[in-house]
């Protein structure tokens, strides 16, 4: 059974960093390439957005254009765990960010059709002030 653990959500200032982080467990993660992903906390429901990918060696990265340059995502597979580094966050970073298996068709981050929508996990909500 998989289960994912993102980190606690918090509020910030625009401006500001935040790291954020998840473990996942019941899947083979170290051989499994991630991706961060986000939903906007005012539409429930909508199709998470991948924002950022790392192959499961981290030898490869991948952002959308808006967090490139900002984000830095990485990993420790001894530790089960994908990071997500968040720099001069802005008012529109504002969602709730999960964590899950990835992969990139034509030039956008998706979860594997495998996938489960039950797998995933309760998310990290990031709320950014102007």
């Known amino acids: 059974q998989v289960q994912v653990v993102e980190s606690v959500g918090t509020s910030v200032q625009a401006g500001d960093s935040l790291s954020l982080s998840c473990t996942v467990s019941?899947?083979?993660?170290?051989?499994?390439?991630m991706g961060w992903f986000l939903q906007p906390p005012a539409i429930p429901g909508k199709e998470r957005v991948g924002?950022?990918?790392?192959?499961?060696?981290?030898?490869?990265?991948y952002y959308i254009d808006s967090v490139k340059g900002r984000f830095t995502i990485s990993r420790d597979n001894a530790m089960k765990t994908l990071y997500l580094q968040m720099n001069n966050l802005l008012y529109k970073d504002t969602a709730v960010y999960y964590c899950?298996?990835?992969?990139?068709?034509?030039?956008?981050?998706?979860?594997?059709?495998?996938?489960?929508?039950?797998?995933w996990g309760q998310g990290t909500r990031v709320t950014v002030s102007s």
């Open positions: 924002v950022s990918f790392i192959s499961w060696d981290s030898k490869c990265t």
């Open positions: 899950a298996p990835a992969r990139i068709e034509t030039g956008k981050i998706v979860v594997p059709p495998t996938w489960a929508s039950d797998n």
């Open positions: 019941g899947l083979a993660f170290v051989g499994s390439d």
